[in-house]
């Protein structure tokens, strides 16, 4: 290439990079996010709803602008849809979103600065020693059947679903404190009783988990474990669900839409004392991959829809001339990372769930900052995210308050791959890498098909593994068979995937990465292994979210978080990726829309309305 070309080169990149932060910009925030220590207040931007009492029913009263009745808003949801509707057996993110709609918890977050605000709980009190929390629940509201939510279904939800562990059990093992669980105890039929052992800081945010009506979920309960994980499941007719939120399920086709249509018992009222929602229904299409999500926004069959970079400065040149608008929501509250498998376990049958040389390699600490520094996320961020983005390195998103500032990023750097390797034994020869024994090193990488960005993130780390000798077998595959792959047989290599996150909470992510979590994935443990044979640094990780979970004020609760991202960090069982900014489009038809950082663009559905 002459010097000439290289200037033009040059001057074109920085050009493109230059008006990918100024569109970035031209996209406006809506929110900032707010640190303990720095309170910017923008709740202003979205008013909070209020307790009323109309006719002694104890409401919680919008105070957005009223709106129109009528009409629907139709979303998208990528690959197979929800794979149960029981807010208690979900495992995924889809289907927790889809329960979600239907099943309101004791309190919830404010979308704005991340307090807690009340739901199905008129108010809340802790004692003075923090173990103490008393709710008290509105007066005669009421399930989607008529019948009324009182303390006997917090009580049974509490009791006989969580605490008993029916369905899946994470939020029973995220309250798990020195051994002991919480207790719950009714005190009239509108007020509970909770304590914790020990003052427990998450504890007030557990309290967003969704209510069960006992009337229609007790049966269930009492006939086992084995008919609760069925229950609910997608094949139950919609006229058998009772639920407490803005919408029921009204219509399910797999692989097609979930239909949800008003809640005419919903508990929020507007300012005329109208019952919300105002939406008839809500829809989400269920679409094969991203690609086919945006052919759909485009034909004008969805409303609301997350832009991958490499689509927002198309959008931003159509959005004056469009039916749509932009928000920029910040970074996103998840991560993305590569994994390797460290299980060097055997199943019942005395094989190994991994490749015992592939054990050997990923449970080397260098071999995995190997493929940490081969990790080229610039060059990610640049053509998969299209520039709208930042390189990632820690388990907290880059908007996270418990965020580690010290930890530095740094750039692709073979050259340190290559000397890593070689401590370890590693060596080329022709090109191809062998390890110590003379073994190739050759391993399959996983992801879930259909998420393009994903696929766009494993075609660049197999080739920037391949830059080190590495032979990488690319295999992208069914969500529901990778999930299996993760947590039950344990049988995969090395993983591309993403786990959702509060950047207000670190203990959200305790499963992931306690020993015997559920979602201990890169080093997944049988129930009955438990912390059997841990990992020096896995020991210090469970010391760090007990510490952290009992700590109460927010100074001495990041140095435990702190530390945690240190050992990620160093030890490298998750090589994150980058982290992508949320670009939002939306039919501009819809309003009272009051985008949100932590809350996305449709957190408050039941107040939006369709403008004439």
Same mark, same amino acid.
């Given at each position: 290439?002459?010097?000439?070309?290289?200037?033009?080169?040059?001057?074109?990149?920085?050009?493109?990079?230059?008006?990918?932060?100024?569109?970035?910009?031209?996209?406006?925030?809506?929110?900032?996010?707010?640190?303990?220590? +720095?309170?910017?207040?923008?709740?202003?931007?979205?008013?909070?709803?209020?307790?009323?009492?109309?006719?002694?029913?104890?409401?919680?009263?919008?105070?957005?602008?009223?709106?129109?009745?009528?009409?629907?808003?139709?979303?998208?949801?990528?690959?197979?849809?929800?794979?149960?509707?029981?807010?208690?057996?979900?495992?995924?993110?889809?289907?927790?979103?889809? $329960?979600?709609?239907?099943?309101?918890?004791?309190?919830?977050?404010?979308?704005?600065?991340?307090?807690?605000?009340?739901?199905? $709980?008129?108010?809340?009190?802790?004692?003075?020693?923090?173990?103490?929390?008393?709710?008290?629940?509105?007066?005669?509201?009421?399930?989607?059947?008529? #019948?009324?939510?009182?303390?006997? +279904?917090?009580?049974?939800?509490? @009791?006989?679903?969580?605490?008993?562990?029916?369905?899946?059990?994470?939020?029973?093992?995220?309250?798990?404190?020195?051994?002991?669980?919480?207790?719950?105890?009714?005190?009239?039929?509108?007020?509970?009783?909770?304590?914790?052992?020990?003052?427990?800081?998450?504890?007030?945010?557990?309290?967003?988990?969704?209510?069960?009506?006992?009337?229609?979920?007790?049966?269930?309960? @009492?006939?086992?474990?084995?008919?609760?994980?069925?229950? /609910?499941?997608?094949?139950?007719?919609?006229?058998?669900?009772?639920?407490?939120?803005?919408?029921?399920?009204?219509?399910?086709?797999?692989?097609?839409?979930?239909?949800?249509?008003?809640?005419?018992?919903?508990?929020?009222?507007?300012?005329?004392?109208?019952?919300?929602?105002?939406?008839?229904?809500?829809?989400? /299409?269920?679409?094969?991959?991203?690609?086919?999500?945006?052919?759909?926004?485009?034909?004008?069959?969805?409303?609301?829809?997350?832009?991958?970079?490499?689509?927002?400065?198309?959008?931003?040149?159509?959005?004056?001339?469009?039916?749509?608008? /932009?928000?920029?929501?910040?970074?996103?509250?998840?991560?993305?990372?590569?994994?390797?498998?460290?299980?060097?376990?055997?199943?019942?049958?005395?094989?190994?769930?991994?490749?015992?040389?592939?054990?050997?390699?990923?449970?080397?600490?260098?071999?995995?900052?190997?493929?940490?520094?081969?990790?080229?996320?610039?060059?990610?961020?640049?053509?998969?995210?299209?520039?709208?983005?930042?390189?990632?390195?820690?388990?907290?998103? /880059?908007?996270?308050?418990?965020?580690?500032?010290?930890?530095?990023?740094? +750039? #692709?750097?073979?050259?340190?791959?290559?000397?890593?390797?070689?401590?370890?034994?590693?060596?080329?020869?022709?090109? @191809?890498?062998?390890?110590?024994?003379?073994?190739?090193?050759?391993?399959?990488?996983?992801?879930?098909?259909?998420?393009?960005?994903?696929?766009?993130?494993?075609?660049?780390?197999?080739?920037?593994?391949?830059?080190?000798?590495? @032979?990488?077998?690319?295999?992208?595959?069914?969500?529901?068979?990778?999930?299996?792959?993760?947590?039950?047989?344990?049988?995969?290599?090395?993983?591309?995937?993403?786990?959702?996150?509060?950047?207000?909470?670190?203990?959200?992510?305790?499963?992931?990465?306690?020993?015997?979590?559920?979602?201990?994935?890169?080093?997944?443990?049988?129930?009955?292994?438990?912390?059997?044979?841990?990992?020096?640094?896995?020991?210090?990780?469970?010391?760090?979210?007990?510490?952290? $979970?009992?700590?109460?004020?927010?100074?001495?609760?990041?140095?435990?978080?702190?530390?945690?991202?240190?050992?990620?960090?160093?030890?490298?069982?998750?090589?994150?990726?980058?982290?992508?900014?949320?670009?939002?489009?939306?039919?501009?038809?819809?309003?009272?829309?009051?985008?949100?950082?932590?809350?996305?663009?449709?957190?408050?559905?039941?107040?939006?309305?369709?403008?004439?």
């Amino acid at each position: 290439m002459t010097r000439r070309c290289f200037r033009v080169l040059f001057f074109v990149v920085v050009i493109a990079l230059l008006c990918k932060a100024c569109l970035v910009r031209d996209i406006p925030i809506s929110t900032e996010q707010n640190t303990p220590k +720095d309170e910017q207040t923008l709740a202003d931007d979205y008013p909070v709803p209020m307790n009323v009492t109309i006719d002694n029913i104890d409401y919680l009263q919008s105070q957005a602008p009223v709106g129109n009745y009528g009409g629907e808003l139709v979303s998208s949801t990528i690959g197979e849809g929800p794979k149960t509707f029981n807010p208690f057996n979900s495992k995924d993110n889809i289907s927790s979103q889809m $329960a979600g709609v239907m099943y309101d918890g004791l309190i919830s977050t404010n979308p704005i600065n991340g307090k807690p605000m009340p739901k199905l $709980a008129k108010s809340f009190k802790i004692s003075p020693d923090e173990k103490t929390y008393t709710v008290e629940l509105r007066h005669g509201i009421k399930w989607s059947d008529g #019948k009324p939510i009182t303390a006997d +279904d917090v009580v049974f939800t509490w @009791k006989n679903i969580i605490f008993d562990g029916m369905g899946d059990t994470s939020t029973r093992d995220s309250l798990v404190i020195n051994g002991e669980l919480p207790t719950v105890k009714k005190i009239d039929n509108y007020t509970v009783e909770f304590k914790t052992p020990q003052p427990y800081a998450p504890f007030l945010m557990m309290l967003s988990t969704p209510i069960a009506p006992k009337h229609i979920f007790e049966p269930a309960v @009492k006939k086992g474990q084995a008919y609760f994980d069925t229950f /609910l499941s997608t094949n139950t007719s919609p006229k058998d669900f009772v639920t407490s939120g803005a919408f029921k399920l009204k219509e399910y086709i797999p692989a097609q839409r979930v239909v949800f249509e008003r809640n005419p018992n919903y508990y929020e009222v507007n300012k005329n004392g109208q019952k919300l929602p105002y939406l008839d229904k809500l829809i989400y /299409l269920i679409v094969a991959d991203l690609n086919n999500e945006v052919l759909k926004f485009e034909a004008k069959e969805i409303d609301v829809i997350s832009l991958q970079g490499s689509k927002v400065a198309r959008y931003k040149t159509l959005e004056p001339h469009s039916d749509f608008k /932009l928000y920029n929501l910040g970074p996103t509250t998840g991560t993305m990372y590569l994994s390797m498998n460290l299980n060097d376990r055997k199943d019942s049958n005395g094989k190994y769930y991994v490749d015992p040389i592939k054990q050997k390699w990923f449970q080397d600490v260098n071999f995995r900052r190997a493929v940490d520094y081969a990790t080229d996320r610039k060059n990610m961020v640049l053509n998969i995210a299209n520039g709208i983005g930042e390189p990632l390195f820690t388990p907290e998103s /880059l908007n996270s308050i418990y965020l580690n500032k010290n930890l530095k990023p740094y +750039d #692709k750097d073979i050259q340190k791959s290559r000397e890593l390797l070689e401590k370890s034994g590693f060596y080329l020869d022709r090109g @191809k890498l062998f390890d110590k024994n003379g073994n190739r090193v050759e391993f399959n990488l996983y992801t879930n098909a259909g998420n393009t960005e994903r696929e766009a993130i494993g075609v660049m780390v197999k080739q920037d593994l391949e830059d080190l000798g590495m @032979k990488v077998n690319f295999k992208p595959i069914e969500f529901n068979t990778l999930v299996n792959k993760l947590v039950s047989t344990y049988d995969w290599d090395m993983v591309i995937m993403g786990l959702t996150g509060s950047p207000l909470e670190p203990n959200g992510g305790k499963n992931v990465w306690l020993s015997d979590g559920r979602l201990h994935m890169f080093n997944m443990r049988s129930a009955q292994e438990g912390k059997k044979n841990i990992l020096s640094w896995e020991k210090e990780l469970d010391e760090m979210f007990t510490k952290g $979970a009992l700590a109460t004020k927010f100074e001495e609760r990041k140095k435990y978080y702190d530390r945690y991202q240190e050992i990620v960090y160093e030890q490298k069982p998750f090589v994150y990726i980058y982290s992508p900014t949320i670009i939002v489009a939306i039919r501009d038809k819809f309003k009272n829309i009051y985008p949100s950082s932590l809350g996305g663009i449709t957190h408050n559905i039941e107040e939006i309305y369709i403008g004439k």
